[in-house]
């Protein structure tokens, strides 16, 4: 497969017969000037702004948290991963309606939803029916940016908009529509550099909405596909844990973690968890009936009290559950797996509160059953 070509973005192009006066066939378009010479990327860079102590780091301004500090960094590539209904497009439109309340514009490039969905989100979370008719684009491409004049229509949109954040959701199907494969590192790459990079350097917080994988187990950092789509990113990458659904009439939630933060502007606004992920906030979606919903971003609390591995008390109370017998420490740890520290800890908590009772077994060994299930929701 040939590589794709850069964008040609807005004004380096116009229509010879913008009113289609009498045309047949689609406006042709000519070059109105001659597009700038590119910088040489392989000469060496000017290094006296970093030299001079001039240079400013990247700051995270678009979107915000309830505190007030800001979720993306402008001219970066960001990606929000997470399960099916995990929260991902309302966290994205959230930050657009952040964006929108500020003065600024947004473009929403949808692979997956509809004008009226994406739309009916923003104004059920408050956004002014004025500034999404005249500081918002939406877009949904039904074939490749590459044909016909595609590239020029984004690119005008980006030229006549100058949007601080532009959300792109569906990754998969727009990849696919592309005729790129999921899993090729190489074709990941590919889409980055036909759609997202040309975008963050025209200056907006690029946002890619990406599924994770649907194994738990093998999750980690990464979202469905190449791993180039967490290592290729130069801002930030957030992964949406649900912790309570979301739907018309409920109260969603989902814990906000930091997979990645290539700037390192982020981390010191959230805490080190036990999963390598820092906690940066809870995302909490209380929708009163499908035209009002309230959004909130709340940043990270440090417990006073002890550490409650929750998730691994829920794997510790399964397999005391399903065990014939009483177990001991050791075979506790050998059903659940993972850390030995936290599988202990885990354990503690669980009969510190009653979910689980000791006894004596062969040789002084402490043996354990569940005495009643644990069914709370996990916030570590």
């Known amino acids: ?36 010479v590119p910088v040489p990327t392989w000469r060496p860079r000017n290094l006296d702004d970093v030299l001079n102590g001039t240079y400013q780091p990247p700051i995270p301004t ?12 402008p001219g970066r590539m960001h990606s929000i991963v997470g399960e099916s ?13 952040a964006e929108l309340a500020a003065g600024n514009a947004v473009v929403f490039i949808d692979f997956e939803d509809d004008a009226p969905g994406v739309v009916g989100r923003l104004l059920a979370l408050g956004a002014d029916r004025a500034h999404i008719r005249d500081r918002f684009a939406y877009i949904r491409p039904e074939d490749p940016l590459n044909v016909g004049f595609n590239r020029h ?20 199907e727009g990849m696919a529509m ?22 963050a350097e025209m200056g907006p917080a690029v946002a890619t909405l990406d599924h994770v994988v649907k194994s ?11 791993v180039h789509k967490l290592n290729g990113l130069n801002g930030a990458m957030y992964v949406l844990e649900n912790r309570k659904p979301f739907g018309v009439g409920l109260t969603g939630k989902s814990t906000v973690r930091i997979a990645k933060d290539r700037p390192g502007q982020l981390r010191r606004h959230a805490l080190p968890h ?3 992920l820092h906690w940066f906030a809870d995302f909490a979606l ?32 399964a397999a005391l559950a399903a065990a014939p017998d009483a177990l001991s420490v050791r075979g506790v740890q050998d059903r659940v797996g993972g850390g030995k520290e936290i599988v202990r800890t885990a354990l503690a908590r669980l009969v510190d509160e009653g979910y689980a009772s000791v006894e004596s077994g062969p040789r002084g060994a402490q043996m354990h059953r569940l005495a009643k299930p644990f069914t709370e929701v996990g916030e570590e």
């Open 178 to 199: 592309h005729g790129m494969e999921l899993k090729d590192n190489t074709d990941v790459a590919k889409f980055g550099r036909l759609l997202l990079r040309p975008i």
């Open 1 to 36: 497969m040939a590589s794709p070509e850069p964008l040609m973005w807005g004004n380096q192009w116009e229509a010879e017969d913008p009113g289609h006066q009498g045309a047949a066939e689609p406006t042709r378009l000519t070059v109105a000037a001659a597009p700038p």
């Open 216 to 226: 738990s187990e093998n999750r980690g950092r990464y979202a469905i596909g190449g």
């Open 153 to 172: 229509e984004v690119g005008q949109a980006l030229h006549d908009l100058r949007p601080t954040f532009v959300p792109v959701d569906g990754v998969t």
């Open 286 to 317: 209380k929708s009163h009936d499908e035209l009002f919903a309230e959004a909130f971003l709340y940043p990270p609390i440090e417990s006073e009290g002890p550490f409650r591995p929750t998730a691994v008390m829920h794997k510790v109370a």
């Open 274 to 276: 036990s999963s390598g």
């Open 85 to 97: 209904e995990g929260g991902k497009t309302w966290f994205a439109l959230m930050a657009v309606a």
């Open 62 to 73: 678009v979107g915000r948290r309830d505190d007030g500090v800001g979720l993306f960094y």
